[in-house]
Nanobody
Framework: QVQLVESGGGLVQAGGSLRLSCAAS????????MGWFRQAPGKERESVAA????????YYSNSVKGRFTISRDNAKNTVYLQMNSLKPEDTGVYYC?????????????????WGKGTLVTVSS
């Protein structure tokens, strides 16, 4: 069992930056691919970034490519999402998720463990 706890969300003006963290306990994260998902009000949860177990391979959705960076520190059992040039449409609850695989996935159903989420609000 893996427990995931997100932190770092908050209110920021458009153009600003935030860094989300996802701390894991219960298992070492080095055995898991990880992902960040977000859910805006009234919309489905969507993948924004993913990373394989080693950190070598990453994925970004078109909407965040060039602005967000996913990274991981397996020694600290933590995954990060650096978000720059934030836009109002980035507003939503951001979830960290773990997959029992070395290879990342971008579908909600492919993930095995979820955090409770952290709210990001970007004002215009």
């Amino acid at each position: 069992q893996v427990q995931l706890v997100e932190s770092g969300g908050g209110l920021v003006q458009a153009g600003g930056s935030l860094r989300l963290s996802c701390a894991a306990s219960g298992r070492t994260l080095s055995n898991y691919a990880m992902g960040w998902f977000r859910q805006a009000p009234g919309k489905e949860r969507e993948s924004v970034a993913a990373i394989n177990w080693s950190g070598v391979n990453t994925y970004y959705s078109n909407s965040v490519k060039g602005r967000f960076t996913i990274s991981r520190d397996n020694a600290k059992n933590t995954v990060y999402l650096q978000m720059n040039s934030l836009k109002p449409e980035d507003t939503g609850v951001y979830y960290c998720a773990a997959r029992k695989s070395a290879v990342y996935a971008t579908s909600v159903g492919a993930m095995d463990y979820w955090g409770k989420g952290t709210l990001v609000t970007v004002s215009s």
